[in-house]
């Protein structure tokens, strides 16, 4: 079946400092992605989708210079937590969905830690 | 836009017991998917089951249920004689149809607890 790699999961990292998460589609293309975010003992929220080769489309409130999101390939996504704060310490995790079907399959998750 | 409840927030109940989450959605497209998810402390996201909104009938996978009733607006998931290794925080989710790239709408989550 469809298998979505997410890295690192889990990650600590100082307050100021930038932070990327990869998503990769290992055994199929995946032509959209969506980044989530998941406070504790919340629900997913989706923060952005992204098709292959254009601009992500960030949800309302999300902040586009700081959460940057690069889908340059059909099988890699990329979340680049930039300047991060305590305040952005959750869990972040991936979907991505293939243009011949309907199935979104979810990375592992990471969950980031700013200190 | 669409929206799924899921009214229960915490459920606990003694391992062997039947166990009934309930899910209700909204939405006015006549063509959607709905989905459960399993997320156990671990955090990763456990895919369960997909439906179609043209696939009204109920599905039955080892001690696994899915009650799709479309009068109702209700996706309801039964754990059959639970066990410990069912407490999770279980997710349903509701994505529209048609072409294009089209996100998932999540509830807000029932967790489970099954005590030994």
């Known amino acids: 079946g469809a298998v979505v790699s997410q890295h690192p999961s889990r990650v600590i990292c100082k307050s100021g400092t930038s932070v990327k998460i990869e998503c990769r589609s290992l055994d199929f293309q995946a032509t959209t992605m969506f980044w989530y975010r998941q406070f504790p003992k919340q629900s997913l929220m989706l923060m952005a989708t992204?098709?292959?080769?254009?601009?992500?489309?960030?949800e309302q409130g999300v902040e586009k210079d700081k959460f940057l999101i690069n889908h340059a390939s059909l099988t890699l996504s990329t979340l680049t937590v930039t300047s991060a704060h305590p305040e952005d310490s959750s869990f972040y995790i991936c979907?991505?969905?293939?243009?011949?079907?309907?199935?979104?399959?979810f990375g592992s998750g990471t969950r980031l830690t700013v200190v | 836009a669409q929206k799924v409840t899921q009214a229960q927030t915490e459920i606990s109940v003694v391992e062997k017991e039947d166990v009934t989450l309930d899910c209700v959605y909204e939405?006015?497209?006549?063509?959607?998917?709905l989905f459960w998810y399993k997320q156990p402390p671990s955090g990763e996201l456990v895919f369960l089951i997909r439906r179609n909104s043209f696939d009204e009938q109920n599905e039955i996978s080892g001690r696994y249920s899915w009650n799709f009733q479309k009068s109702t607006s209700s996706f309801n998931f039964t754990i059959t004689a639970s066990q410990v290794v069912d407490s999770a925080v279980y997710f349903c989710a509701l994505s529209l149809g048609g072409g294009g790239y089209q996100k998932v709408t999540f509830g807000t989550g029932t967790k489970l607890q099954v005590i030994p």
């Open positions: 939405t006015r497209d006549t063509t959607y998917y």
């Open positions: 992204s098709n292959e080769g254009s601009k992500a489309t960030y």
């Open positions: 979907s991505a969905r293939a243009r011949s079907g309907y199935g979104y399959t």
